[in-house]
């Protein structure tokens, strides 16, 4: 572990990722016909639908690209968050699996017979969370009829803690960091035979983190196709254990290949174990210790995914890490847009590569970033506000200026 990063933005540039003669790691598990297999999953489920991709068009103009577009995962399936996606798949195809059920073409009414709902009442799925991943698990579960477990780690707000638990799963806050509750998930699986559903890959738990990632894939797509045929040049995501990011990189290279858009990976400052295992030039994943306090929760982990990482690694354009301040003014701009704008209600962990956005087109300290990416005019940005107020009282505090994090209303000429 290096010294501690400073309280700015930095950024490291993959010298590798374009070179296609080097070795890669396999993103057959992203391709088009597991997206839409998986889509076709994700359709059967109750509520679904597709969650609306917002238009920043004067935001665009202001900050001198062609276009932002910003997927809005606060309507995904009234959970506020775009991990149902992950869990859903996951644990369904776990149960599938279990009950001999076919894989090819599975729907989520398959589990709705008497029969199947009597033999799963006493199953129990175990997960670790800083929240949505938790929330998604408890969900599917209820809508299962099985028992979730759910280990959130310190600092979680009893918001969080109060919303998994109403939809029924045994939920509890230990003592340590998302780390820690992901080591005390993984031993309480192992000890009373549960079935893990984290989506932090390490070697020997592979399969169900692959099944999370692939469950993301539907949001991508949904993306693409509501682009219209505008392919973005640029698609900027935000990275905890790496599993969205992971995923997104893959459905990237294996849909556009070498003409796929320039992807950055964005981190809190607190918790950048992606840039950091970039900065240590080993090809290994490498770990942030400590409390990795930042108000971005759902990006807090201090491990890199095994499976994600390699990807990452080999593929990713640009890491990036950024202090809290950064995410508080995608807040703030998402939810007051310019007129004209969509407006979108983004939570901490979603809208902190809007802030960097911002940032990078504002701020001159930031050219030679922008250079490495070759923003310009022309640039078509696409990003996902993964989250809403998933906890209202926080969002309020920092959207509306309550200002108890050292934050003021920075001016970065947007009015």
């Keep these: 572990m290096s010294d501690p990063l400073p309280d700015k ?36 489920l109750p509520v679904f639908r597709s969650t609306p991709l917002a238009k920043l068009d004067k935001l665009a103009r202001h900050l001198g690209v062609a276009s932002i ?27 599938a699996q279990k009950l001999n059920l076919p894989l090819e073409n599975l729907s989520f009414a398959d589990f709705k017979s008497p029969e199947l709902k009597n033999r799963l ?37 009893p918001a969080r803690l109060k919303s998994i638990k109403s939809l029924g799963a045994d ?16 031993e309480q699986a192992r000890l009373n035979r ?15 983190p692959m099944q999370v990632m692939q469950g993301y894939l539907t949001m991508f797509d949904e993306a693409i196709e509501q682009l219209g045929g505008s392919i973005p040049t640029h698609v900027f995501v935000q990275c905890g254990v790496g ?20 992807l950055s990976v964005v981190e809190p400052t607190k918790a950048a174990c992606h840039y950091e295992s970039m900065k240590a030039m080993d ?49 703030r701009v998402l939810g007051n847009p310019l007129a004209g704008d969509d407006r979108v209600i983004s939570g901490e962990s979603g809208a902190v590569t809007l802030g960097l956005l911002i940032n990078l087109l504002k701020q001159p300290e930031l050219e030679p970033l922008k250079k490495d990416l070759d923003i310009n005019s022309d640039s078509r940005i696409l990003l996902f506000s993964t989250e809403g107020d998933t906890d209202p009282e926080m969002y309020r505090k920092i959207v509306w200026g309550i200002d108890e994090f050292g934050i003021g209303n920075a001016d970065f000429g947007l009015v």
């Design 9 to 44: 933005i930095v950024w490291l540039s993959n010298a590798d990722a374009r070179k296609s003669e080097q070795k890669k790691a396999d993103t057959a598990h992203f391709s088009s016909a597991e997206t839409s297999r998986i889509g076709n999953f994700h359709r059967t």
């Design 69 to 95: 577009r910003v997927k809005d995962e606060s309507f995904r399936c009234g959970l506020n968050a775009f991990k149902i996606l992950g869990a859903s798949y996951a644990l369904s195809t776990h149960l």
């Design 121 to 157: 009442k006493d199953f129990t799925c175990i997960t670790a969370t800083d929240g949505n991943h938790g929330k998604a698990v408890a969900w599917t579960a209820k809508q299962l009829g099985c028992r979730a477990v759910i280990f959130m780690p310190t600092g979680t707000t």
């Design 171 to 186: 939920a509890s806050i230990i003592e340590g960091n998302y780390d820690d509750a992901v080591r005390m998930a993984a």
């Design 194 to 208: 549960w079935l893990l559903i984290q989506d932090t890959a390490w070697t020997g738990n592979e399969e169900i």
């Design 243 to 262: 599993s969205l990011a992971g995923s997104l990189q893959g459905y990237l290279v294996e849909k556009f290949g070498d003409q796929r858009p320039q």
């Design 283 to 331: 090809g290994r994943p490498h770990t942030v210790a400590g409390d990795l306090n930042t108000i971005m929760a759902g990006l807090a982990c201090g491990n890199p995914s095994k499976i994600s990482w390699e990807i990452l690694r080999d593929f990713a354009d640009v890491f990036v890490a950024c202090p809290d301040g950064v995410t508080i003014t995608g807040m």
